[in-house]
């Protein structure tokens, strides 16, 4: 079977005037989107699904879903923050969506074979696309437990207009991934890559020190583990009490990682992030897609 490309899109609002995920970069007003599914299509992927709210889904159909047509079939499936286990209701008062997590488990009943999660407003590049097909697509028929992550070199994936939070990894001598600390604040001092720890102090770290993107490969059994957390963390009163709690997908990769339950490869690539962390950010991306269009590695219009 052909992988699957899962979009998290449910942040995206109905007004999509200052959305970043659907502002025209491109030389014919494409999106990061559409760069990140012309890659996957041409990497191998045979399906896409997009995780969206329910209230813009006729508006999303228009003016998102209709371009892919005649390109490759297209899915839509919908997060909505009382989409609980049964027996758990929302906490009073609480207005903020699940996370990552629960935003993969919506696509449960539509993804029956390998898949692939992504943002949909990070430029990944190309390389990122084949390495994470390629392990999808060679895995045995069947498989279970064994996962991966497109590790990302931290220095292809800073911005020059200040600090971006990243997942840092840790990796075994089989690269397989040991733990991602989330650290919010990593930029470029002079010559070395540094992140702020929890006590205020700037720590350097190696040039091409594997990151998350957010760019995970999982075999469909990934969704009974995380509906079984799910209700494990909704138990917790912890998570009941904070009215932003989130169910993350490195939440859900860590315990399994811990409990030896699945294994989860880190693959590297030479892709070069960019996006739009910043406003500032903006002009830097227009210019280098259109470098990539002059160069020959996208056509001038996409879909």
């Given at each position: 079977?052909?992988?699957?490309?899962?979009?998290?899109?449910?942040g995206?609002?109905?007004?999509?005037?200052?959305?970043k995920q659907?502002?025209?970069?491109?030389?014919?007003?494409?999106?990061?989107?559409?760069?990140?599914?012309?890659?996957?299509?041409q990497?191998?992927?045979?399906?896409?699904?997009f995780?969206?709210?329910?209230?813009?889904?006729?508006?999303?159909?228009?003016?998102?879903?209709?371009?892919y047509?005649?390109?490759?079939?297209?899915?839509l499936?919908?997060?909505?923050?009382?989409?609980?286990?049964?027996?758990f209701r929302?906490?009073?008062?609480?207005?903020k969506?699940?996370?990552?997590?629960?935003?993969?488990?919506?696509?449960?009943d539509?993804?029956?074979?390998?898949?692939?999660?992504?943002?949909c407003?990070?430029?990944?590049?190309r390389?990122?696309?084949?390495?994470?097909?390629?392990?999808?697509?060679?895995?045995?028929?069947?498989?279970?437990?064994?996962?991966?992550?497109?590790?990302f070199?931290?220095?292809?994936?800073?911005?020059?207009?200040?600090?971006?939070?990243?997942?840092?990894?840790?990796?075994?001598?089989?690269?397989?991934?040991?733990?991602?600390?989330e650290?919010t604040?990593?930029?470029?001092?002079?010559a070395?890559?540094?992140?702020?720890d929890?006590?205020?102090?700037?720590?350097?770290?190696?040039e091409?020190?594997?990151?998350?993107?957010?760019?995970?490969?999982?075999?469909?059994?990934?969704?009974?583990?995380?509906?079984?957390?799910?209700?494990?963390?909704?138990?917790?009163?912890?998570?009941?009490?904070?009215l932003?709690?989130?169910?993350?997908?490195?939440?859900?990769?860590?315990?399994?990682?811990?409990?030896?339950?699945?294994?989860?490869?880190?693959?590297d690539?030479?892709?070069?992030?960019?996006g739009?962390?910043y406003?500032?950010?903006?002009?830097?991306?227009?210019?280098?897609?259109?470098q990539?269009?002059?160069?020959?590695?996208?056509?001038?219009?996409?879909?």
């Open positions: 079977m052909k992988p699957t490309l899962l979009l998290l899109a449910a995206m609002g109905s007004r999509y005037g200052g959305l659907l502002d025209g970069l491109g030389p014919n007003g494409e999106t990061i989107m559409d760069y990140s599914i012309y890659d996957a299509i990497a191998g992927f045979g399906k896409i699904v995780v969206i709210r329910k209230d813009f889904e006729q508006e999303f159909r228009d003016k998102v879903l209709s371009k047509e005649g390109h490759i079939p297209a899915e499936v919908f997060q909505s923050i009382d989409d609980l286990p049964e027996g929302v906490p009073e008062g609480r207005v969506p699940w996370g990552t997590n629960h935003a993969v488990l919506m696509a449960k539509v993804i029956k074979e390998p898949f692939c999660v992504i943002n407003d990070d430029f990944y590049n390389d990122c696309f084949k390495v994470i097909g390629k392990f999808l697509a060679n895995l045995p028929e069947g498989s279970k437990n064994r996962y991966a992550m497109v590790g070199r931290v220095g292809n994936t800073l911005s020059e207009n200040g600090t971006v939070a990243r997942g840092i990894c840790s990796k075994d001598a089989e690269d397989h991934l040991t733990t991602v600390v650290r604040e990593i930029e470029r001092h002079g070395d890559i540094q992140y702020k929890e006590n205020g102090q700037w720590i350097t770290v190696e091409n020190t594997p990151v998350s993107m957010n760019v995970w490969g999982f075999t469909p059994d990934y969704f009974s583990y995380s509906e079984a957390y799910f209700r494990e963390f909704l138990s917790d009163p912890k998570n009941r009490a904070n932003k709690s989130e169910f993350f997908i490195p939440l859900m990769v860590n315990k399994l990682i811990n409990e030896g339950t699945a294994t989860v490869k880190v693959l690539t030479t892709s070069k992030w960019f739009v962390t406003a500032a950010d903006r002009p830097g991306t227009v210019e280098k897609i259109r990539l269009v002059d160069e020959g590695v996208y056509p001038n219009q996409l879909f």
